[in-house]
T-cell receptor, first 115, second 113 residues
Framework: AQKITQTQPGMFVQEKEAVTLDCTYD???????LFWYKQPSSGEMIFLIY??????QNATEGRYSLNFQKARKSANLVISASQLGDSAMYFC????????????FGTGTRLQVFP | DGGITQSPKYLFRKEGQNVTLSCEQN?????MYWYRQDPGQGLRLIYY???????QKGDIAEGYSVSREKKESFPLTVTSAQKNPTAFYLC????????????FGPGTRLTVL
């Protein structure tokens, strides 16, 4: 069975610093996709970044990058130059090759950025 | 602008009543999903639909029902059989390919009084 594990319930970071949010996954699929979403206090889920299992380069989207280590089954999100608006819940999710319509979510990490 | 709408934003219901949550998308996506989120938890899949007139149970379907009569609409009914319905409900849609993200609506917060 597929599983996503986020071991950090909460993280603090000072404005303008970088922060890494951890995500490990478990799957027997050879082909899969990994996603990160941001959930501000308003509740909606905002897509941040995607990494495919066969992508050779780590994904980047603006200040977000994904540190993908396939052998260790980890897909950590790195946020550079943190801003106060980055304070939110962050969820890692996975979609497998045999069930491409389902996303499995982790329990999330609450990030708080302080001045 | 394309997107997903959910209504209402807040919903209160008495115990024993059925209630229907609306979800509409104009993204021309084939697949639609319903998730439940409890405080401090991740999202759990209730039901999903890959095409019109077809849907499958997710991980926590008991006490819920859905329909998919139109591509744009995927309403969720929370029945009186759902033991603990108070939660935040999120609807999403996507294209049916592995690298396509799911787009989410703003959510409905259901409280059972």
């Amino acid at each position: 069975a597929q599983k996503i594990t986020q071991t950090q319930p909460g993280m603090f970071v000072q404005e303008k610093e970088a922060v890494t949010l951890d995500c490990t996954y478990d799957t027997s699929d050879q082909s899969y996709g990994l996603f990160w979403y941001k959930q501000p206090s308003s509740g909606e889920m905002i897509f941040l970044i995607y990494q495919g299992s066969y992508d050779e380069q780590n994904a980047t989207e603006g200040r977000y990058s994904l540190n993908f280590q396939k052998a260790r089954k980890s897909a950590n999100l790195v946020i550079s130059a943190s801003q106060l608006g980055d304070s939110a819940m962050y969820f890692c999710a996975m979609r497998g090759s045999y069930n491409t319509d389902k996303l499995i979510f982790g329990t999330g990490t609450r990030l708080q950025v302080f001045p | 602008d394309g997107g997903i709408t959910q209504s209402p934003k807040y919903l209160f219901r008495k115990e024993g009543q059925n209630v229907t949550l609306s979800c509409e998308q104009n993204l021309n996506h084939d697949a639609m999903y319903w998730y439940r989120q409890d405080p401090g938890q991740g999202l759990r899949l209730i039901y999903y639909s890959q095409i019109v007139n077809d849907f499958q149970k997710g991980d926590i379907a008991e006490g819920y029902s859905v329909s998919r009569e139109k591509k744009e609409s995927f309403p969720l009914t929370v029945t009186s059989a759902q033991k603990n319905p108070t939660a935040f409900y999120l609807c999403a849609s996507s294209k049916r390919v592995i690298n396509n993200e799911q787009f989410f609506g703003p959510g409905t917060r259901l409280t059972v009084l």
